[in-house]
């Protein structure tokens, strides 16, 4: 069983927002790190999975569909995203293969929380949406068939965080940490013995011009501006996902 668990979700290739979550003083003490899905699929790709594998054993990672795609374009097989199909050419083999076997789910014991489920998008599916206002029988329906002892589920995917009880289930969204929707910095979660949303503030100024700068994507510096800026807010990104939770 786990004291703390820091959780990164949706860190999309960015190595600033990395570097100032790592830095937070409860990371760096945490007993685990777990990283829920895409990981590299942005400007930094090389990077950001190179800065995780050195922290060895503290990090637990789960695949998502960022994971997926980029295995498949690496083989010849593009996704819609340029930033995705660019940052795949880049990677080495090692990563490819690291990425590829990567599980959808893991679950461990935390502190004050027991068992608890990590995902990327939903325990059964690493690109369907759930969302914080999301009804009670579509919360069931993504649910069925978890084991009655994961007492707490989290997961990432819509870049936005929060908290909620389902059917007396605690579901936790970590938010995004290269790619937050609804307000600047990098967003992450701390487990144990309850949950806390945590929001590290960092220089996006600086960030984005090192992103433009260090990454090779061509349109680099525009990505950056648009998604270290966090241009889109959260009622946008609730207003595109809402009906894809079939509401």
Same mark, same amino acid.
């Given at each position: 069983?786990?004291?703390?668990?820091? /959780? %990164?979700?949706?860190? +999309?290739?960015?190595?600033?927002? %990395?570097?100032?979550?790592?830095? $937070?003083?409860?990371?760096?003490?945490?007993?685990?790190?777990?990283?829920?899905?895409?990981?590299?699929?942005?400007?930094?790709?090389?990077?950001?999975?190179?800065?995780?594998?050195? %922290?060895?054993?503290?990090?637990?990672?789960?695949?998502?569909?960022?994971?997926? $795609?980029?295995?498949?374009?690496?083989?010849? +097989?593009?996704?819609?995203?340029?930033?995705?199909?660019?940052?795949?050419?880049? #990677?080495?083999?090692?990563?490819?293969?690291?990425?590829?076997?990567?599980?959808?789910?893991?679950?461990?014991?935390?502190? *004050?929380?027991?068992? /608890?489920?990590?995902? +990327?998008?939903?325990?059964?599916?690493?690109?369907?949406? @759930? #969302? @914080?206002?999301?009804? #009670?029988?579509?919360?069931? $329906?993504?649910?069925?068939? %978890?084991?009655?002892? /994961?007492?707490?589920?989290?997961?990432? +995917?819509?870049?936005?965080?929060?908290?909620?009880?389902?059917?007396?289930?605690?579901?936790?969204?970590?938010?995004?940490?290269?790619?937050?929707?609804?307000?600047?910095?990098?967003?992450?979660?701390?487990?144990?013995?309850?949950?806390? #949303?945590?929001?590290?503030?960092?220089?996006?100024?600086?960030?984005?011009?090192?992103?433009?700068? *260090?990454?090779?994507?061509?349109?680099?510096?525009?990505?950056?501006?648009?998604?270290?800026?966090?241009?889109?807010?959260?009622?946008?990104?609730?207003? /595109?996902?809402?009906?894809?939770? *079939?509401?």
């Amino acid at each position: 069983m786990f004291e703390r668990v820091a /959780v %990164l979700s949706d860190i +999309h290739g960015v190595l600033p927002a %990395l570097e100032a979550v790592l830095a $937070e003083p409860d990371v760096a003490a945490a007993d685990l790190i777990v990283l829920t899905g895409d990981i590299a699929d942005g400007p930094q790709p090389v990077e950001v999975l190179d800065r995780l594998a050195a %922290l060895g054993d503290r990090a637990l990672w789960v695949g998502g569909n960022g994971e997926r $795609e980029l295995v498949a374009a690496h083989a010849g +097989h593009p996704t819609s995203y340029d930033v995705s199909n660019w940052a795949a050419a880049q #990677l080495r083999e090692d990563q490819v293969a690291r990425l590829a076997a990567l599980p959808p789910t893991v679950t461990f014991s935390v502190a *004050g929380l027991g068992e /608890v489920l990590c995902c +990327h998008a939903t325990p059964r599916d690493d690109e369907e949406m @759930v #969302l @914080v206002d999301s009804r #009670l029988d579509r919360w069931a $329906e993504v649910f069925a068939g %978890l084991p009655a002892e /994961v007492g707490t589920v989290v997961c990432g +995917h819509t870049h936005m965080p929060f908290t909620r009880l389902v059917d007396r289930r605690l579901v936790v969204n970590p938010g995004s940490v290269g790619m937050p929707y609804g307000g600047a910095g990098a967003w992450w979660a701390l487990l144990g013995p309850g949950v806390q #949303l945590r929001r590290t503030a960092y220089d996006v100024d600086a960030a984005c011009a090192r992103v433009a700068a *260090g990454s090779g994507f061509p349109d680099a510096a525009a990505w950056a501006d648009e998604y270290l800026r966090s241009v889109h807010s959260d009622v946008d990104a609730l207003t /595109v996902f809402g009906p894809r939770d *079939g509401r």
